[in-house]
């Protein structure tokens, strides 16, 4: 859900509180430490999910179900991990966050219409053109 317009300018302005008091800390929750230790827990999901494939396959072939088992356990473990571990990871857009306009304010992403508004808007342009 976005914000609204009051709810981003008291967002800013918290923002750029913690930026005067300690940029230290500041800079450290913009994410870089933080966006390669995720990137890095999530490489490891993969190769545990990876592993985690051998592991059932080597049980199917050598007809150990306990060994199937397991190899199945890891791989849904590493998939739930590099899963939840991609959706927090943070995207940082344009350098040092986010795109900027005159007077250091953020400039906002422009907000995405419903599917519903999208097709009232073309099935309106097709009447318009059809001089309806």
Do not use: N
């Not at 709810?7 to 008091?21: C, D, I, K, S």
């Not at 490891?44 to 072939?61: D, R």
């Not at 306009?101 to 419903?114: F, H, I, M, T």
């Amino acid at each position: 859900m976005p914000l609204s317009d009051r709810e981003q300018r008291v967002l800013e302005e918290m923002e750029r509180a913690l930026h005067a008091e300690d940029p230290k800390f500041a800079t450290t929750l913009q994410g870089s430490e933080l966006r390669t230790v995720t990137r890095k827990r999530v490489y490891q999901a993969i190769a545990g999910f990876v592993l985690g494939i051998g592991l059932l396959m080597g049980g199917m072939v050598a007809q150990l179900i306990w060994l199937s088992v397991v190899g199945f356990l890891i791989m849904l473990g590493c998939a739930v991990v590099a899963v939840t571990g991609w959706r927090r990871a943070p995207v940082q857009q344009g350098g040092q966050g986010g795109p900027q306009v005159a007077g250091g304010r953020r400039q906002r992403a422009p907000k995405r219409r419903s599917m519903m508004t999208r097709i009232e808007d073309r099935w309106q342009r097709r009447r318009d053109a059809r001089g309806e």
